[in-house]
């Protein structure tokens, strides 16, 4: 498995238009623009920060795994994606290391992508996700 980078960094946010104010506005990042993610039930909003991103997501639906994390844990920080070179091997070779995976198979994500979360319980406490982004 190869991984390339820290993709990005997710937030799970109540209010996107305070949240939008504070990263573009206060802390002048790029603003890479929204994207709803209907398999989640999430609307994702993309910030340029160096080589990665921080993503804010916010809920479009009350069953959504997001919206029950902020009934959970409140805002804040919810994963840290890496981004890997073959997203299929990366899988297969957790897999086979007995890693718990919360995706045994990749499925779609925002801007194209294919993504596979790792167990929390298998990576001390972080919510991991694998991003393979399209040639």
């Not at 573009?24 to 209907?38: H, I, N, R, S, Y």
């Not at 398999?39 to 009350?62: I, N, R």
């Not at 993504?115 to 996700?129: N, Q, R």
């Amino acid at each position: 498995m190869k991984i390339k980078r820290i993709a990005h960094l997710g937030i799970a946010v109540k209010d996107v238009d305070a949240a939008k104010k504070l990263y573009g506005e206060g802390l002048k990042l790029a603003f890479q623009g929204d994207e709803v993610v209907a398999t989640q039930k999430v609307q994702v909003s993309f910030f340029k920060a160096g080589e990665s991103s921080l993503e804010l997501l916010l809920p479009t639906a009350a069953d959504s795994p997001v919206a029950k994390f902020l009934e959970t844990r409140g805002e804040g920080f919810h994963h840290m994606a890496l981004e890997v070179e073959n997203i299929d091997e990366a899988v297969a070779s957790l897999k086979a290391a007995g890693v718990r995976l919360i995706d045994e198979t990749p499925r779609e994500g925002a801007h194209g992508t294919r993504v596979a979360f790792i167990h929390p319980k298998s990576t001390f406490g972080l919510l991991l996700e694998l991003v393979e982004y399209p040639h």
